[in-house]
Nanobody, 124 residues
Framework: QMQLVESGGGLVQAGGSLRLSCAAS????????MGWFRQAPGKEREFVAR????????WYADSVKGRFTISRDNAKNTVYLQMNSLKPEDTAVYYC?????????????????WGQGTQVTVSS
């Protein structure tokens, strides 16, 4: 079993930045792809970014490409999401997830473990 805990969410003005962290416990996640998803009120959960287990290949949703950066520190069992140039439409609860394999994709069904989520609110 793996437990994931997100942190770093909050309220920020448009154009600002936040860095989300996701700490894994229970077992090492170094062999798992890690992903970030988000869910806005009244909308379905959507893929944001993914990083493979090694050497850390990344993949981003078009809506965040060039603004968000996903990274991981396997020694700390932590994955990060650096979010720059935030927009009001980025407002959502952000979830991290551990993939079933080392090369997870953009589908939520490819991820077995989920955190409880952290709220990100971007004001205009």
């Amino acid at each position: 079993q793996m437990q994931l805990v997100e942190s770093g969410g909050g309220l920020v003005q448009a154009g600002g930045s936040l860095r989300l962290s996701c700490a894994a416990s229970g077992r090492s996640f170094r062999l798992n792809a890690m992903g970030w998803f988000r869910q806005a009120p009244g909308k379905e959960r959507e893929f944001v970014a993914r990083i493979t287990w090694s050497p850390g290949g990344t993949w981003y949703a078009d809506s965040v490409k060039g603004r968000f950066t996903i990274s991981r520190d396997n020694a700390k069992n932590t994955v990060y999401l650096q979010m720059n140039s935030l927009k009001p439409e980025d407002t959502a609860v952000y979830y991290c997830a551990a993939g079933r394999t080392g090369y997870g994709g953009r589908l939520a069904t490819e991820y077995d473990y989920w955190g409880q989520g952290t709220q990100v609110t971007v004001s205009s």
